[in-house]
């Protein structure tokens, strides 16, 4: 059973694991800076840089001790190498580099959202290739066909913002606090999503992609409106996203023959909500619904080292010249799209 070492450092959370092939994971150890970046309403790129230098290793450190395990048994060393801050994923690329080198064990250059991508197996035994894959995260919104380690079709994307993106401005309009996600869904709670208008982008659309830089700037104006609350202004938005999202995996559905479920990650995964729409989606097609455990879909160590062991299991290794990358689409033949399609 290998024993992989996953290092995280791609935005403001900075995370090492050690995870078996056997989908165990031994230890994981995890720093947030939310304190250093709430003044700012959003993350400052050179004070995530600094803090992943000052506490990766300190949690390398603690996550062998917690394991008791030592870097010369791990069997491989697994670390984020984009897409992300350039900053932060140098940080954690070159630490990666420099354990694996200290330890004569070949290095694995995970991509981030592969990451997320094959998170819900480290969870779920019994996911198997191929399924549908609603990717859903503060810099990213996809559909993909998961048709196996290292092979991914992009169905659809975002032409503009993406929905954590949305959710992350809108929590900073309405002076929700950050992180805006789950402040987002916590002021939704005790709001009216009926009260407020707001427009649903692309939704019955024959286009297959996202938009929400529209959403974002309804929100605005009915903020600066001072005619609503804003719990009803979140319960609103939140609403909006969801049927957005639900809106563009059902016609997902209808492109993805044989998939054996359907399956949401990424940061925006963790939305009660959401989770609820596509769960009650997926009944409706008759599909198995999946997502990992909360704890598993904002970024971490775990999902890095899963995706490392996956990627071990089938021969993929990386050389330590491998460079970071700020982009790194996970479908690189996939078609431009309008708008910020780069981001795919």
Known sequence: MALILGLESSCDETAAALVTSGRIVRAHKLAGQEA???????VVPEIAAR?????????????LAEAGAKLAEVDAVAATAGPGLIGGVMVGLVTGKALAHAAGKPLIAVNHLE???LSPRLADPALEFPYLLLLV???????????????????ATTID??????????????????PGG????????AGDATVVPLPRPLKG????????????????RAADSGLHRPEDIAASFQAAVVECLTDRTARAIDRAAGATALVVAGGVAANQAVRGALSGLADAHGLRFVAPPLWLCTDNAAMIGWAG????????????????????PLDPLAEAVRGAGVKA
Not at 51 to 63: D, R, S
Not at 309 to 328: K, N, Q, S
């Open 137 to 155: 995260s503060g810099g990213h919104c996809q559909l993909l066909f998961v048709e196996g380690v290292g092979r991914y079709r992009r169905l």
């Open 51 to 63: 803090a992943h230098v000052e506490i990766l290793m300190p949690l390398v450190e603690a996550a």
């Open 205 to 220: 659309s024959a286009e297959p992609h996202f938009s929400f830089a529209g959403l974002k700037s309804a929100v605005l």
């Open 182 to 189: 789950p402040a987002v869904e916590r002021a939704a709670s």
């Open 161 to 178: 913002d993406a929905a954590g993106e949305a959710f992350d401005k809108t929590a900073k309009l309405l002076g929700l606090g950050f």
């Open 115 to 117: 990451g997320h991508a």
């Open 36 to 42: 250093a970046h709430r003044p700012y309403g959003g």
């Open 309 to 328: 062991a996956e990627r071990f299991a089938a021969g993929l290794t990386d050389p330590l010249d491998v460079a970071a990358r700020p982009r790194w």
